[in-house]
């Protein structure tokens, strides 16, 4: 009995990740970041999961690339500048960063 609602547990932890994960990937599509970034390759931009890697550990992480994703910038990843997203809400940029932390390489 204990078994099987250890392995229940676990596919519904599996499950919930699996959701969160496409969540929030879906909202990178919707807010037009995956045109030019990618999960785990370079595009025009770095692959998200190196943004991750280069932040991780960085308590002051997430606001810094807030205030990026936000107003744009270039220098840190190359020449190619990133242009300021006006048009996705604080809430989003806050969410979106959040999620690109949380991933692993």
Known sequence: MKKATALLLA???TTATVALADA???RLKTDGCLACHAMDKK???PAYKDVAEKYRGDSTAAAKLQDKVKK???GVWG???MPPNTAVSDADIKADVAYILSLKK
């Open 11 to 13: 596919a519904t932890m």
């Open 24 to 26: 929030g990937e879906d």
């Open 43 to 45: 595009i025009i931009g």
């Open 72 to 74: 744009g910038g270039s």
């Open 79 to 81: 020449q190619i500048p």
